[in-house]
């Protein structure tokens, strides 16, 4: 009895995965198609001023720890980077209004715009110079959960050591 | 050993009344199961604090967990109370407490059903995306999701079998407040698979699934808070006594009528009959064969009888009267 039920257990778990994929959707999929539309596109990155982590200082391109994440995440999905500079408050609307795809700037996971932006899980932990710990995260576009879980991986694969 | 033994001795009664054996023993397991809903309860926001750690969409729900402590803990103090016995200052007792946490209880549902109406209707109207990403656990990674749903539904299962028990004890002892705790019991688990179905509704791409659902939730409990709190304040404002589920007027007074109509000295009787907690008060009216006036043991045993009845019969006075009155009865204009 038992193996039957195992049996028609993991038949039922097959079924389910098979409509899944069939119906050509992964869990958790973008509402907006995010990720789909940046892949082999262009991929809008709004950047504020937070050395070490964002430099845009420079006379030519965006320099800093997260700026070449971010450039190695666009390869890893044959992306172009379109850096847009500007400060968190205005950076922030412009993702609202769905005018960026994802925000850098040293943001750790107290970031107080949770209201307008998924942060993604922490990627590397940093000491303070008050001793505290901070958890560095990357800002994404509310709601779209496959395009954030995407990064959010490469940014924990690429295991960051500072 | 004397000191517990009163205590438990107390535990029988509710104020002037003892209680038989099967509400006694209602009232003990309905005790039990209130003690056992809240120590699940604590476990059950601990629980959610640890899986959903920053998300927006669970913050939500420790607000409602918050609010559900409230008729357990009603119930609690309500029939500790309800236990003392009447004073000078209190002739009728203090079985109204149970009307007070009934009271408490159906404002709490309504509240709970109207802050997740209200809430989730927001996140409609503003198209909130609510965003649920990676989490590291034991060194690997899982989308949120995945440990939200089976988190969620295993908070619902408690809730599922405690408001069953409870349901079977509230008219047993005639409490209305356990009545509105098994509503919120509902409420709890209806809101759980819910959340379970919006989480996976986000998952498969669809923003507002979560919000969606609680919205057709909402509205059942807002009904039963309705209902409940109707039900309390209408008890508390004198309604003829219900029973516990307030559907229909409570048998116990076409009951009491009867019995004191069929007895020989009596030719007519009526009585009104109010609801102060768990027990009645009950002003009986009886018009006497021949204008003859019954003896005072006649009238006793009258008495004797109706208490006889139900052990929610006690607080009983019977007025011998020449006509039935009715201006105290206005049933008698209806009929």
């Known amino acids: ?162 | 050993m004397n000191g517990s033994s009163r205590a438990g001795a107390e535990r029988y009664r509710f104020g002037h009344t003892e209680l038989p054996e099967k509400p006694a023993k209602a009232l003990r397991r309905a005790i039990r199961l209130e003690w056992i809903d809240l120590v699940i309860r604590v476990v059950t926001v601990v629980a959610m604090i640890l899986v959903a750690g920053n998300s927006q969409a669970m913050k939500a729900a420790w607000i409602e967990d918050a609010l559900s402590f409230l008729p357990p803990i009603a119930f609690l103090i309500a029939v500790r109370i309800a236990r003392r016995r009447p004073t000078e200052a209190h002739p009728y007792g203090f079985h109204r407490s149970v009307g007070v946490a009934h009271l408490v209880a159906a404002t709490t549902l309504l509240g709970m059903g109207g802050y997740l109406l209200i809430d989730s209707a927001l996140g409609l109207l503003t198209a909130e995306h609510p965003p649920i990403g990676l989490i590291e656990i034991f060194g690997t990674t899982v989308w949120l999701g995945w440990l939200m749903i089976p988190t969620v539904l295993l908070t619902a299962i408690p809730p599922m079998i405690l408001g069953r028990m409870k349901l079977k004890l509230a008219p047993v002892l005639h409490n209305k407040v356990l009545y509105a705790d098994a509503d919120m019991n509902k409420a709890d688990w209806m809101t759980a698979l819910t959340t379970a179905v919006g989480v996976f509704g986000i998952g498969i791409g669809l923003w507002w699934a979560d919000s969606a659902a609680a919205i057709l939730i909402s509205f059942s409990i807002i009904s039963d808070g309705w209902k409940n709190l109707r039900s309390a304040v209408a008890d508390l404002m004198d309604r003829r006594a219900t029973t516990f589920d307030a559907k229909e007027p409570h048998p116990l007074i076409d009951e009491v009528d009867e019995l004191l109509t069929g007895i020989d000295w009596v030719e007519d009787a009526e009585c009104r009959i109010r609801d102060e907690g768990h027990v009645f008060h009950i002003e009986a009216f009886v018009v006497p064969r021949n204008g003859r006036m019954p003896t005072l043991d006649q009238l006793a045993e009258a008495r004797e009888a109706c208490v006889d009845l139900d052990w929610k019969v006690q607080d009983m006075v019977i007025v011998p009267v020449e006509k039935l009155p009715e201006e105290f009865l206005p049933q008698l204009r209806s009929a």
Not at chain 1, 31 to 54: A, D, N
Request: with cysteine; aromatic share 6%.
């Open chain 1, 1 to 162: 009895m038992a193996s039957r039920w195992a049996g028609i257990r993991r038949g039922g778990a097959a079924v389910v995965l098979l409509l899944l994929t069939g119906c050509g959707v992964s869990i958790p999929a973008d509402p907006q198609g995010t990720l789909e539309r940046v892949s082999g596109g262009e991929l809008r990155v709004g950047i504020s001023h937070q050395p070490p982590w964002t430099d845009i200082t420079g006379s030519e391109a965006p320099s800093g720890i997260e700026v070449d994440l971010v450039e190695e995440f666009a390869g890893a999905i044959d992306a172009e980077v379109a850096w847009t500079p500007g400060g968190e408050e205005q950076l922030m609307m412009q993702l609202q209004e769905d005018q960026l795809d994802m925000i850098v700037g040293g943001f750790t996971d107290s970031s107080p715009w949770t209201s307008h932006a998924a942060l993604t899980t922490p990627y590397v932990e940093t000491k303070g110079l008050d001793g505290s710990t901070a958890k560095h995260v990357m800002a994404t576009v509310m709601g779209e959960n496959e395009f954030t879980t995407t990064l959010e991986q490469f940014l924990l694969d690429q295991d960051v050591r500072l």
